[in-house]
Every structure is written in C-alpha cells, then in structure tokens.
C-alpha cells in the first residue's frame, strides 16, 4: 500500500508543479508562453545522474563520474531557475509570471529528488519503498 500512496504523492506533486507552470504562462494576465521552455530543464535534469548510475553500481562513494554528473545537474537546475529570471529582467514576463514558474520548478524538481530518493537502493524499478 505504500508504494500506491508514493506513486499518488509523486503525480499529484508533478500536476501541481506543471500547474504553477501553465499558470505562469496562460493567464490573462501574462499572455507569454515562453516560460514554458523550463520543461526542457525538467526533463533533462535526471539525464546526468541516470547516465553515471550506468557506469557504476554503489552510488555511495564519489568518483569522477558521479562529481561530472552532479555538476551538470546543479548547471540544468540552476538554469531552469535563471530563465524565468531573466525572462522577468528583459521585460519579456511579469514579475508575478516569474515567481509562478518558479514555484512550479520548485516542486518539479522535489519530485524528481523523490522519486530518485524512492529508487536509490532499488534497480528493480517498483515501488516498494515508502515515501518517508
């Protein structure tokens, strides 16, 4: 049963943060969707760490695959909060559109920190783990 509720808790996480997003881009008010490009950050943020996993079994000590996997992911993450930004400093969006984004790649990437957080012991791919 706890599998079932970490699966409910990491799709209503994931509506949640793309609902920030859509509302950052799609109301009224706005009327830009270029914020929307941040989904491409989402996506290729777990890239690096699902390639290092490849190449070595105990991800609990470091090595210089893990520590290039890292540092690629700090610099995807990193831009998927300074687009907005710049974005809102260009003039291209509203302020409040920023903070909207934001939030919603805040939760974005809590989710993608769960849901390696729920697979860290486990290749097996189910969800036998709890959330917490």
Do not use: K
């Not at 990491?10 to 949640?16: M, R």
């Not at 390639?51 to 998927?80: K, P, Y």
């Amino acid at each position: 049963m706890g599998g079932v509720r970490a699966v409910a808790a990491l799709a209503f996480a994931g509506v949640v943060g793309l609902t920030f997003l859509v509302l950052g881009c799609a109301l009224p008010r706005y009327g830009t969707w270029t914020p929307m490009f941040v989904i491409t950050f989402y996506v290729l943020s777990p890239v690096p760490l699902l390639i290092a996993r490849r190449f070595q079994e105990d991800m609990t000590g470091t090595n210089a695959c893990i520590e290039l996997a890292l540092f690629i992911t700090t610099g995807i993450v990193i831009s998927a909060f300074a687009l907005p930004i710049v974005l809102a400093h260009a003039g291209t969006i509203a302020n409040s559109a920023c903070f909207l984004v934001n939030t919603g790649s805040v939760i974005m990437f809590g989710t993608i920190i769960a849901y390696f957080y729920l697979h860290r012991d486990d290749d097996s791919g189910s969800w036998s783990q709890s959330l917490f």
